[in-house]
C-alpha cells in the first residue's frame, strides 16, 4: 500500500493490559504494558477475577499513554485491532469492549485478532525482511503446535499437543520445585546451575510418529520424582531437576520442528509464544537448525510475552487483505479458539 496504515491495537487476554500504536505492521511506534505480575505473585499465579478487575482500571490510561509516546493523533489511526481469543474470558471481555467502543466512536475499522496469529506475527516486527513461507513453532501456557505458514493470513497446522502445552509443564514443574510465579522464567534460570543427571522420559518424541508433541508423561514423572523424594526425606538437587526436565521438554519440540522443516523443505524456522523466550530453546533449535541448513529466528523476549505490539502487527496484514474485519457492535470475546 502507498499510504501509510496506523493501527492501535489493545491486548488483554490474561495478566497484561496493553496498547500499541503500529505502523505498517513492521515499525512499533508505542507499545505500553502494564503488568500484573507482582498482584498474582501473592497467589502463585494468575486469579482470573482480579485479573478482569486490574483491565478495567488500567485500560484507559495505557491507552492514552500509547497514543501520547506514539504521538499520533487518534483520528490518525486506520484501525482498531483486538485480541478476541483464546484466553480469560473476562479479561478479554474488557479489551473486546473497549475497542468495540473506540471502532464505533472513530468510525474505523475493527479488526478481529487470534491471540496465537499475534505471537507469530511478532516476528514480523523483529525481522522486518521475514516473509513466507515458513514453519513456526508456538510454545506458550496453553499451546504447543507446529504450522507452516503459507502466507501472511493463512497457516496449515503440522502437529500439536495430544495433551498438555508444553508451557503448562515448565508452570507445573516450577510450582512442584517450591519456584515463585511465573515459573518458566525461574526454571530457565535454575537450568544454568544444575546438570542433566535424571532421565524421567526417554525422547517421548520418538513414540509419536507424526509431528505432534506430548507434555503430560514428562510433567507426572518429575512431579512423581520430587514426591518419591519428599516422601523418602531424601535431599533433592532443584538445579539439577530443572537441567533435566528442561532438556527433555526442548529436546522434543526442537527435533519435531527441524524434521517438519526437512520434510517440507522449508528453510526458515521461526519461534513464537511465551516460551519461545527460553534460553535452552534458543540455544538448541540455532544448533540443531545450524546442522540442517535452517535459519532460526525469535522476537526480543520483550515482544515473546504478551503485548499489543504484536497484534498490531498481526491486525495489518488482515487489514491490507481485507481479513477479520468484524462488525463493531457483535463482536464477541472466546476463552477458545481454533489453532
Do not use: W
Request: charged fraction near 25%.
Amino acid at each position: 500500500m502507498e499510504k501509510d496504515v496506523y493501527i492501535l491495537a489493545i491486548e488483554s487476554s490474561c495478566d497484561e493490559t496493553s496498547v500499541a500504536v503500529v505502523k505498517n505492521g513492521r515499525e512499533v511506534l508505542s507499545n505500553v504494558v502494564s503488568s500484573q505480575i507482582d498482584i498474582h505473585k501473592l497467589y502463585g499465579g494468575v486469579v482470573p477475577e482480579i485479573a478482569s478487575r486490574n483491565h478495567v482500571i488500567n485500560i484507559d490510561g495505557v491507552c492514552e499513554e500509547a497514543l501520547s509516546r506514539a504521538k499520533v493523533d487518534i483520528e490518525k489511526i486506520d484501525a482498531i485491532a483486538v485480541t478476541y481469543g483464546a484466553g480469560l474470558l473476562g479479561a478479554l471481555i474488557v479489551g473486546v469492549n473497549f475497542a468495540k467502543a473506540l471502532s464505533y466512536r472513530l468510525k474505523k475499522p475493527l479488526i478481529a485478532v487470534n491471540h496465537i496469529e499475534g505471537h507469530i506475527a511478532a516476528n514480523y516486527i523483529a525481522h522486518s525482511d521475514l516473509e513466507p513461507p515458513f514453519a513456526c513453532l508456538i510454545v506458550s501456557g496453553g499451546h504447543t503446535a507446529l504450522c507452516k505458514m503459507e502466507t501472511y493470513t493463512r497457516r496449515v497446522l503440522i502437529g500439536t499437543t495430544v495433551d498438555d502445552a508444553i508451557g503448562e509443564a515448565f508452570d507445573k514443574v516450577a510450582r512442584e520445585c517450591g519456584l515463585e510465579y511465573p515459573g518458566g522464567p525461574n526454571v530457565d534460570r535454575l537450568t544454568k546451575e544444575g546438570k542433566k543427571c535424571i532421565n524421567f522420559v526417554v525422547k517421548p518424541h520418538e513414540k509419536l510418529k507424526d509431528f505432534n508433541f506430548s507434555y503430560s508423561g514428562l510433567k507426572t514423572a518429575v512431579i512423581n520424582y520430587l514426591h518419591n523424594k519428599k516422601q523418602r526425606g531424601e535431599e533433592v538437587n532443584i538445579a539439577d531437576v530443572c537441567r533435566s526436565f528442561e532438556e527433555e521438554a526442548v529436546d522434543q519440540v526442537v527435533y519435531k520442528s527441524i524434521e517438519a522443516c526437512k520434510k517440507f523443505g522449508l528453510k526458515t524456522l521461526v519461534l513464537a509464544g511465551g516460551v519461545s523466550a527460553n534460553s535452552f530453546l534458543r540455544e538448541g533449535a540455532e544448533r540443531e537448525g545450524k546442522k540442517a541448513g535452517v535459519k532460526v529466528l525469535y522476537p526480543e523476549v520483550g515482544l515473546c510475552t504478551d503485548n499489543a505490539a504484536m497484534i498490531g502487527s498481526a491486525a495489518y496484514f488482515c487489514f491490507i487483505e481485507g481479513k477479520n474485519i468484524a462488525s463493531n457492535l457483535t463482536l464477541a470475546p472466546k476463552a477458545n479458539v481454533d489453532l
